[in-house]
């Protein structure tokens, strides 16, 4: 039998008939009591069951109504959060076993099997991508709130009372019988107010509740659509932002906020126009479950996790990884004012001081497989919980720029070790892990003896240290961090000067050349955040564009912070300077560096920001009529980097350097005209309208893209 819209196969006519149901949109089985449309039987089965509780509950004593609805399933935000967390026994006299959120699930549940789990293998990847689906389509957002404990400023027996004070359908207002006694927090508000801070607390967060899952229906996700997300999560972003491990991936054992996010991110990668809405519609869904319940949250611990919380850190990170770079200038909004919540979060469960998995427990290569297969889910549990906190500080680099802000950590302090290689990350089974680590360093250095060692005269840096791509994101946003420190003229206390840190990129430049192990798409992302991060030691960027637009009265909505032009910067004089022609030969660098990255990884997270450096400055250039510029034919970007004001600094390293006399006398101004025969002849005109399409290509997956192309157009106007 054969889908009449996609032509896919099936066995059964039921399997047929459920899957062209996800084409259509139809939801044959309805609710007798609310009248509201289901798209399989058993999501209808389990929301009736929402209204057999209720009713029970109207029964139910004072003192037993707190327990008999502490099982039932969630049925608004409570439930993505709830049914996601595995609960740790409450003390150890109990004993009970910790639970994933699918057992939790069936537990509550008097369905049969074949409806709780039914046969989709055929249809998914990720199988249990149904069960999330009708967990949230059988959300009803027409009751209650299901506020957790420590949300409202009350006693936990107040919480609980309040739960039971608003019904949202009848808008009965029902008082507890001890309202007055139960402490100063409700004794202090006047007579009557206290029901009516509680009932307008929990209409406001119930009517918040239904905007959301509103907002799900409208978009008419489907299982499909969710298991098509995660699995261009694994193939098309983990591959350029290594945080999670497809391998050791259990759908099960994850929170469902980790699970949105990282759906909304796979939602990007898809081709439907309405994917966005779709991906974006999940971002808010997941955010206001964190937003509201992290508490919970930060209590889960998976089966090899070293502590709790990494989860819930992942989910933050993914979270705003998405949201930084979206098109929503809300939802970037949003993500830049909790993106350092992540090492908070991280900080209180005890995430640093985690020591790295010890070499000593890898098990013999003649193990059973088992003892190597445990090892393996127990050291890439470590390694996840390691490059989750190396995640947020290259998101700390991005969002600080984006937002115009100083990051929110010191990046020369982390005191993490360098993550593993690629090749035992990636290993696909136990047994390929191990052969892998037989090579790995025993005693990996952390980030904080890197950086010392890059700014240290007595110790230099070590030259048999072998850095994965991962690794290099992170020295080189802890290189951009202090390179925006000491962007202006103003030294800041503590932070190295311009011409250490060129010096300190010219060595990571040599690592980055040095490193034959890495693949050419990695090699070329890398060197492409090190052109950034060099052309912003120049000029920062993100303050040129602000510059420009101010100047012009463009608004911009890209780089955050103040929008007032730079006092005493002459766009033409410094488009003469070397600072400039430096800067545009980065900036030429960066944009044939896109051009060459292979379909699949031209969308790693930096590539939006680092494009629109390279654009501005291009625009700095065309306005003040330099459109055309004849190149050197070979840059010697050893020079280029290591030139500086104070020639001291940098003497060991032009000692060391091939100095090109061409890039000399381009960067010096001595080139003939600029106009001359040598090198390549580009027009920067030419050179804008392609970077054009470029953002256009990107646009479907970071829409902030959208944005700077808009920006770029008017620029291109003033330049005609």
Not at 429 to 452: D, H, K
Not at 537 to 557: E, F, M, N, T, V
Request: hydrophobic content about 40%; charged content about 15%.
């Amino acid at each position: 039998m054969e889908c009449r819209y996609c032509r896919k196969t099936f066995s059964k006519g039921e399997h047929l008939r459920r899957h062209e149901r996800c084409h259509t949109g139809s939801r044959p089985f309805v609710c007798a009591d609310c009248k509201r449309p289901f798209a399989r039987q058993d999501a209808l089965i389990r929301h009736e069951r929402l209204h057999t509780r209720k009713e029970g509950a109207e029964y139910a004593s004072p003192a037993s109504s707190a327990a008999t609805q502490a099982p039932a399933v969630p049925t608004s935000m409570s439930q993505i959060v709830n049914t996601g967390v595995r609960r740790t026994a409450p003390s150890a006299e109990v004993g009970t076993p910790e639970q994933t959120w699918m057992e939790q699930q069936s537990m509550n549940s008097d369905v049969p099997d074949m409806l709780q789990a039914p046969d989709i293998g055929s249809d998914l990847i990720w199988p249990d991508s149904e069960t999330l689906f009708q967990t949230i389509m059988s959300m009803d957002s027409t009751n209650q709130w299901q506020m957790p404990l420590g949300t409202l400023p009350f006693l936990p027996g107040v919480q609980q009372a309040g739960s039971d004070i608003c019904d949202s359908q009848s808008n009965n207002f029902k008082s507890p019988d001890s309202f007055d006694d139960r402490g100063p927090a409700i004794s202090a508000i006047p007579s009557g107010g206290s029901h009516r801070a509680v009932h307008d607390v929990s209409k406001m967060v119930s009517n918040l509740s239904s905007s959301v899952t509103a907002a799900i229906e409208a978009t008419s996700i489907t299982s499909v659509f969710l298991d098509e997300c995660l699995h261009m999560f694994f193939v098309r972003f983990i591959p350029t932002f290594p945080v999670l491990h497809r391998a050791t991936f259990v759908f099960r054992e994850s929170t469902q906020p980790l699970l949105l996010n990282a759906m909304a991110i796979g939602s990007l990668y898809l081709g439907p126009k309405d994917s966005i809405a779709k991906g974006e519609a999940l971002w808010r869904l997941a955010h206001i479950a964190v937003a509201t319940n992290w508490e919970t949250l930060i209590t889960h611990r998976g089966p090899y996790d070293s502590c709790k919380g990494v989860q819930l850190v992942l989910t933050a990170l993914l979270g705003q990884v998405y949201g930084a770079l979206s098109k929503n200038r809300d939802v970037r909004t949003t993500s830049q004012a909790f993106h350092a919540i992540g090492f908070f979060w991280a900080r209180h469960c005890g995430m640093f001081d985690n020591p790295p998995y010890p070499t000593t427990n890898l098990p013999p290569l003649n193990a059973p497989e088992a003892t190597i297969d445990q090892e393996w889910r127990i050291w890439t549990a470590r390694e996840i919980q390691q490059r989750a906190l190396l995640g947020h500080y290259v998101l700390d680099g991005l969002t600080a720029r984006m937002s115009g802000r100083p990051t929110s950590v010191r990046h020369a302090a982390n005191s993490l070790n360098i993550p593993s290689g690629e090749a035992a990350f990636e290993a696909s089974t136990g047994v390929a892990w191990l052969n892998c680590m037989r090579s790995e360093n025993p005693n990996p250095p952390t980030f904080r003896s890197i950086f010392s060692s890059l700014f240290s005269l007595q110790s230099p840096p070590p030259t048999t240290l072998t850095f994965s791509a991962f690794s290099f994101r992170v020295i080189l946003e802890g290189l951009q961090s202090l390179v925006s420190d000491c962007a202006d003229d103003h030294a800041t206390v503590g932070v190295p000067a311009k011409p250490e840190v060129r010096n300190a990129l010219l060595q990571v430049y040599t690592w980055i050349t040095a490193s034959t192990h890495l693949p050419s798409a990695d090699t070329l992302e890398i060197l492409l955040q090190w052109h950034t991060t060099c052309l912003n030691a120049c000029i920062d960027s993100s303050l040129l564009c602000r510059h420009i637009c101010a100047r012009y009265s463009i608004p911009q909505h890209v780089w955050g912070g103040s929008q007032a032009a730079i006092p005493g910067l002459d766009l033409v004089k410094w488009a003469n300077s070397e600072d400039s022609r430096t800067a545009l030969l980065h900036a030429i660098a960066i944009q044939e560096m896109v051009e060459q990255l292979p379909r699949g990884r031209a969308h790693v997270i930096h590539i939006p920001s680092c494009l629109f450096s390279a654009a501005t400055i291009f625009s700095v250039f065309a306005l003040a009529g330099i459109a055309q510029v004849n190149l050197p034919s070979v840059v010697d970007w050893k020079y280029l980097v290591s030139r500086a004001d104070d020639a001291s600094v940098a003497m060991t390293a032009l000692a060391e350097a091939s100095v090109s006399s061409e890039t000399k006398r381009f960067v010096m101004g001595e080139h003939p005209s600029m106009f001359g025969v040598g090198g390549a002849t580009r027009n920067l005109m030419y050179e804008l309208n392609s970077m054009q399409k470029l953002f256009r290509c990107l646009t479907s997956q970071w829409g902030i893209s959208i944005d700077m192309e808009v920006v770029m157009d008017q620029w291109i106007a003033l330049c005609h």
